[in-house]
């Protein structure tokens, strides 16, 4: 099956730092991943879709400016967090989509916990 | 609005079936999926359904009703790894997932 890699796997860093997050396809082409963030115990939320060569389309309430999205590549996005705060500790996962099968499930990596002191 | 509902949480006892409800109501409908997500880690795809009927792989199965609007995922000789929470997304006309918030399976010897 498809498999979608996540760098790193976790990360503590101080207040007001940036940190940046790679997801990588690594037996497939994707044109198209997402970003999403997990707080303890409660569901998914998708943060934003990034489409390879275009600029990434953000869901409302997410800050563009906050969380910068690159997918440079058909096989690489990476999420910066922009001056991190300690509400901005989560779960960040990434998800990528295998344009190769038809029913487009969504692959995910296996998350970055991020811990902002 | 497009909308998915789950139980919260279900309890069941090991060895046993459970079965996990998922109704929606989205524009548009392009396939069901179920996933599964054990605590800390990321989710894991289970099944996929598109056309109504059952879809059996191993323990677990997976039913769909279009014109109800209305899956559940059916799972059968419960073994304590299966406590983990089981996603119901819905991908919509614009092939976009619209996530359930999940449903916390909890398995008792």
């Known amino acids: 099956g498809a498999v979608v890699s996540q760098h790193p796997s976790r990360v503590i860093c101080k207040s007001g730092t940036s940190v940046k997050i790679e997801c990588r396809s690594l037996?497939?082409?994707?044109?198209?991943m997402f970003w999403y963030r997990q707080f303890p115990k409660q569901s998914l939320m998708l943060m934003a879709t990034?489409?390879?060569?275009?600029?990434?389309?953000?869901e409302q309430g997410v800050e563009k400016d906050k969380f910068l999205i690159n997918h440079a590549s058909l096989t690489l996005s990476t999420l910066t967090v922009a001056s991190a705060h300690p509400e901005d500790s989560s779960f960040y996962i990434c998800?990528?989509?295998?344009?190769?099968?038809?029913?487009?499930?969504?692959?995910f990596g296996p998350g970055t916990r991020l811990t902002v002191t | 609005g497009q909308n998915i509902d789950q139980p919260t949480e279900m309890t069941a006892t090991e060895g046993a079936i459970v079965q996990i409800n998922c109704t929606y109501q989205?524009?548009?409908?392009?396939?069901l999926f179920w996933y599964q997500q054990h605590a800390g880690e990321a989710p894991t795809f289970l099944s996929y359904?598109?056309l109504d009927g059952l879809e059996e792989k191993g323990r677990f199965s997976s039913f769909l009703s279009r014109s109800k609007g209305y899956s559940y995922l059916l799972l059968k000789e419960l073994q304590m790894k299966d406590s983990a929470s089981y996603l119901c997304a819905v991908q919509d006309s614009n092939y976009q997932l619209i996530w359930g918030a999940g449903t916390k399976l909890i398995i008792k010897p």
């Open positions: 359904n598109v």
């Open positions: 037996d497939f082409q994707a044109t198209t």
């Open positions: 990034s489409n390879e060569g275009s600029k990434a389309t953000y």
């Open positions: 998800s990528a989509r295998d344009p190769g099968q038809g029913r487009g499930e969504q692959y």
């Open positions: 989205t524009s548009g409908f392009n396939g």
